[in-house]
């Protein structure tokens, strides 16, 4: 199984006014195989505290049980070289056997973040687009020095600080 670059998004809104929009830009965002939701998880806390949890994955058990698999080798790997890698496989396969990375326990960690009435996600999604470019780059002989995401904001602190020289 291929994955292209992982994207841990983490979001929450005070005042969420859904409508369905988000959801279905994320519905036309995987149908065109431009990411792919390894997996997400949204908390609302009600004004009385009671909690809505909506969970959804793109995966079926089999291809998480390999991404748990594969993740958990590269960590085991990093840890304690084949041997780690070997554990690392077998733990990261039986961790995501339900088809899940965020479990319980991210529930009540978003659950205590958020106000009352207020909603939080966080999603793991895959770029898949992004793996015909990576696969060419290492083809032509190439290794990617850096990898990072530019927000306007970060603009902004960049004339922030142009202005404090």
């Known amino acids: 199984m291929t994955f292209g670059p992982m994207q841990m998004l983490v979001v929450e809104f005070t005042d969420g006014k859904f409508k369905g929009d988000i959801l279905a830009e994320l519905k036309r965002l995987t149908d065109e195989d431009i990411v792919r939701m390894v997996d997400m998880l949204v908390v609302r806390k009600e004004q009385d505290g009671e909690l ?3 969970q959804m994955s793109d995966l079926d058990k089999d291809e998480a049980r ?3 698999a594969v993740v958990g080798a590269l960590i085991g790997l990093g840890a304690d070289g084949e041997e780690g890698m070997n ?5 990261g396969a039986e961790a995501l056997g339900d088809g899940h990375l965020f479990h319980q326990d991210e529930v009540w960690y978003l659950a205590d973040a958020i106000p009352m009435g207020g909603t939080a996600g966080v999603a793991l999604l ?12 290492e083809e032509a002989g190439g290794a990617v020095l850096a990898d ?3 927000h306007p904001a970060d603009l902004v602190a960049i004339g922030h600080q142009a202005t404090h020289i």
């Open 52 to 54: 809505t949890v909506l």
């Open 66 to 68: 390999e991404f748990g």
């Open 148 to 150: 990072e995401w530019v």
């Open 126 to 137: 895959e770029h898949r687009w992004a793996i015909p470019l990576r696969d060419a780059i």
């Open 87 to 91: 554990v690392g496989a077998v733990r």
